[in-house]
């Protein structure tokens, strides 16, 4: 990211945040093996950032 000019802080940020969805997703799938595969629960956790990032959330 940094070589096609995006900001350092930026582009740390972004990192840190895919380290944060990987994270939610593989504890997702280490503590309920009857989850979807990895790469969904990914999507998931990717999906749901997005809609907290955008004011999108909703209580459970």
């Known amino acids: 990211m940094r070589r096609r000019g995006v900001a350092d802080s930026t582009a740390g ?10 994270k939610i997703a593989y504890e997702r799938w280490i503590n309920d093996p009857g989850q979807a595969d990895l790469p969904q629960l990914i999507h998931e956790s990717l999906n749901e950032l997005k809609a907290v990032t955008a004011g999108r959330t909703h209580t459970a």
Do not use: D, H, P, T
Request: charged share 10%; aromatic share 10%.
């Open 13 to 22: 940020l972004a990192a840190e945040a895919g380290i944060a969805v990987f």
